[in-house]
């Protein structure tokens, strides 16, 4: 377990200052910091699908590019739709011929009844084959309707904001109902960790988060805390400004309040070197002393630097500064 100290925290009074005197050492109360691997991730992560099958004839992104919601990312064509279009276009020409003629027929129909040449049976069996027809060109165009919204949906649409993550498919490639074109990350990035199940009730939202990417060191908030535990270990999320976005899924190393602990702190200007040993001046029995002493992590507060004696003085202990 690698176990680090914040070398600014924020609120920490420690027990000195920068004035010359002397000091009663007392414990003071430090977090516990455990160091992981945060992983920057878009917070929505969604799937541009085709929605027909066919062969991508135009593909107008590329990992990397930024899209809007509604954007035309591919085309999908396929070709049978064409020849569906024009089929139903030659059903509904001849449609249309049968119906002029079946108009025809009834118009006759309705002179002669009226010189008794013909029957009303006749003239009523004229008018159901004209509503047959022209149901008939009502479903034909309907059907028609479909095919035409069918290729039309053959453009593949950008799902909503975002950056392009990836692009499994390439031009010419054939593709099924429902495939992946794109992989869209959008709603923001943010930082995702994976901490060890022991220290589950030890996170805190909200709780202040030290990182460290790309050379610079950020702080960050614990923004949500997942309910479920997966492979012993509890996903949360983290927040953070100014964070290095070009690339997604880069691992950055967090640090981030699993406890905290009592522990004994003096100005560094306290210490003396010499030999390779650390030695800090005490008062015992009104003289000064130099007692050594075994350091720990440096903690600053308030511009006061100071630093953890792991072994050597004790709480009570007045130690001499500078």
Do not use: C, W
Not at 78 to 105: H, P, T, Y
Not at 183 to 207: C, D, M, N, S, V
């Amino acid at each position: 377990m690698i176990r680090r100290l914040i070398p600014l925290l924020a609120g920490l009074v420690l027990p000195f200052s920068s004035q010359a005197g002397t000091l009663t050492v007392e414990p003071v109360t430090i977090p516990e910091l455990k160091a992981v691997y945060g992983q920057v991730e878009a917070r929505d992560s969604v799937l541009a699908r085709a929605r027909i099958g066919g062969t991508i004839v135009e593909l107008r992104v590329t990992e990397g590019d930024t899209v809007k919601a509604g954007d035309v990312i591919a085309a999908v064509k396929d070709e049978k739709i064409d020849f569906q279009i024009k089929a139903v276009d030659a059903q509904l020409l001849g449609l249309a011929a049968s119906l002029r003629n079946a108009l025809a027929e009834l118009d006759r129909a309705e002179r002669l009844i009226r010189s008794g040449a013909t029957t009303a049976q006749r003239r009523d069996q004229l008018r159901t084959e004209v509503d047959v027809l022209r149901n008939q060109i009502a479903a034909t165009e309907a059907q028609r309707s479909v095919l035409v919204q069918q290729e039309s949906e053959g453009e593949v649409l950008a799902p909503g904001d975002g950056r392009v993550l990836k692009v499994p498919v390439t031009r010419e490639a054939v593709v099924l109902p429902g495939e992946v074109v794109a992989t869209i990350g959008g709603g923001g990035f943010f930082l995702r960790l994976a901490i060890p199940e022991r220290h589950a009730a030890a996170l805190k939202q909200g709780a202040a988060i030290r990182i460290t990417a790309a050379g610079k060191a950020l702080t960050g908030a614990l923004a949500k805390i997942y309910p479920q535990i997966e492979n012993g270990r509890v996903v949360a999320d983290v927040e953070v400004r100014d964070l290095d976005t070009q690339f997604v899924n880069a691992r950055v190393l967090v640090e981030l309040p699993v406890g905290s602990r009592q522990a004994i702190v003096v100005p560094r200007a306290a210490l003396v070197t010499r030999s390779g040993i650390d030695f800090v001046r005490v008062s015992e029995g009104g003289e000064t002393v130099e007692r050594a002493v075994v350091t720990g992590q440096p903690i600053d507060s308030d511009g006061v630097a100071g630093i953890e004696i792991l072994t050597g003085l004790a709480a009570g202990d007045i130690v001499v500064t500078p």
